[in-house]
C-alpha cells in the first residue's frame, strides 16, 4: 500500500483559559478534526488520505490551525465551516485555499504581529 | 521565518488494555515524544524542527510510530533508545535510519501480516 498522498494534521490542544497565546480547541471537542475526518471517509479516502489529530502546532495565534503534509501548507483560523472548501480544493484538486494561509512571515516568529504582547 | 525543516509526529495514542492493534503510548506518558523535544531542544533547533504530539498515525501494528515529515520516512517500534540515532542520523543528516523503517508494504494495508487476527 502506498504512503498517505495527504496527511491532514488537526491542532486539538487545549490551554487553561486565559492563556496569553490561547489554544486551538479550548473546549476539547475535537469538532474540527473530526469534520475533516468525516469529509475524508465521506469520499472514500481512507488510507489515502488522513485527518489527525495533533497536540500544538506551534503557531497558537492563527489558530485554530490545520497544516497540510507533504507541501507543509498552513492554514489558521479554520472552522468547521472551512473544511468542505479545503478538503475539496486542496487535498482533491491540489489548490490550496489562499484565503485561510498563514503567510510565511508569520510561521515559527517569535516576533509575529499577531501575537499577542505580554 | 521559514516553515519547519522537518516536522515529527510522534504518535502519543492510548488505547484500552487488550485492544486488538494495541497502541503506542499505553501509560500516557508522552516518553518517547518527550525524548525527541528534548533532543530537538538540545540542539537548538527550535522554530526549526518540532517534535510533535500525534493522535493515532494508524499503523499501530509497528507502534510506537512515528513519521517525519516532509519526506513521510516512517518509523515502527521506536523507543527512547533510537531518538538520539533518529534525530543526528536523520534530522540532522538526512539519513534515515532503515533498521527502524517501517516498510512501505505494510503501511495502510490492512492486510499487512503484522496485524493481529480477530
Known sequence: MPKFQR???ICCNQREPGHPRGCCDP???GRLQKA???AVAQR???GVVRANKAGCLDQCEH????????EQVWYGHVSVDDVEEIVE???LNGRPV???????DCLNN?????RRKK
Not at 489558530?63 to 507533504?70: D, S, T
Not at 489562499?98 to 510565511?104: A, F, G, Q, S
Not at 517569535?110 to 499577531?114: A, E, M, Q, V
Open 98 to 104: 489562499d484565503r485561510l494561509i498563514i503567510p510565511d
Open 7 to 9: 496527511h491532514i494534521f
Open 63 to 70: 489558530g485554530p490551525n490545520v497544516v497540510v503534509y507533504p
Open 36 to 38: 475533516f475526518k468525516k
Open 89 to 91: 480544493s486542496h487535498i
Open 27 to 29: 473546549t476539547g471537542e
Open 110 to 114: 517569535p516576533n509575529c504581529p499577531h
Open 44 to 46: 472514500s479516502l481512507k
